[in-house]
């Protein structure tokens, strides 16, 4: 893993041990819920989720099917440790819990290696990245799809009310207008669709104390 800065998971002004709480906020049960519906993970399938942070996604798919094969990534060590006390408490067992690895989101097809997923995920990672980070986050995931694999992300996307715009300042707050302000303006469709993705949409919206989190889903042609 190379040192290049990175968002940390809770913002820039809260520790790691604080993500947890903040998500809440979220409504996340629901969110993470649709996430793994749509995921659908099936026996022998690879599913990446990169910018795991603290594992409640990768732990969640590696319960609803426990013979898929989950890689958690993130460039945080603080929070893949948090992550695998979580797969722990949750009784995750070899063969069924996570493997976790530690690298930026770019790097995520060296990684793991290239065309050998099935599916990769993420979630809360793309509005903390800057746009030319967005990009290659974006294209880094193509490449580490196998061809028809699916991308399903989570992330705030389009904040269409001025109930959502005013909640979503206190995003902004903790992880830069810069970063955030395309999210919010609904560019995330864009980038997917310009990193080679096709069948990219919209598929749920929920509103949240922190404004409007869209999911998306894609497939590599």
């Given amino acids: 893993m190379t040192e290049r800065s990175f968002t940390p998971a809770a913002g820039r002004f809260a520790p790691v041990r604080l993500y947890d709480p903040v998500v809440a906020l979220t409504r996340e049960r629901l ?4 996430v793994a519906m749509h995921v659908a993970p099936q026996p022998e399938d690879v599913v990446v989720d990169v910018g795991c942070g603290t594992g409640s996604l990768a732990v969640l798919l590696s319960r ?9 990534v993130d460039p945080d060590p603080e929070a893949l440790a948090v992550a695998r006390r979580k797969a722990a408490a949750a009784g995750a067992v070899p063969g069924g819990a996570p493997e976790w690895r530690l690298s930026m989101g770019d790097d995520v097809a060296a990684i793991v290696g290239a065309g050998t997923a099935d599916t990769v995920v993420s979630s809360l990672v793309l509005h903390q990245c ?9 294209a880094a995931m ?6 028809g694999g699916k991308l399903v992300i989570a992330d705030y996307g389009k904040q269409r009310t001025a109930a ?3 909640a979503f300042r206190f995003v902004q707050l903790a992880d830069g207008r810069a970063d955030t302000q395309p999210n919010a303006d609904g560019v995330l469709p ?3 669709a310009e990193a080679g993705f096709e069948n990219v949409r919209e598929s749920e919206t929920v509103a949240t104390l922190t404004g409007s989190l869209s999911l998306y ?3 590599r042609p």
């Fill in 190 to 192: 864009r980038l997917i």
């Fill in 142 to 147: 193509h490449e580490t799809l196998r061809p």
């Fill in 217 to 219: 889903v894609a497939s």
């Fill in 164 to 166: 959502m715009r005013l």
């Fill in 130 to 138: 800057p746009m030319p980070m967005k990009r290659a986050v974006l």
């Fill in 31 to 34: 969110w993470r819920s649709l």
């Fill in 64 to 72: 609803v099917e426990p013979r898929a094969t989950v890689i958690g």
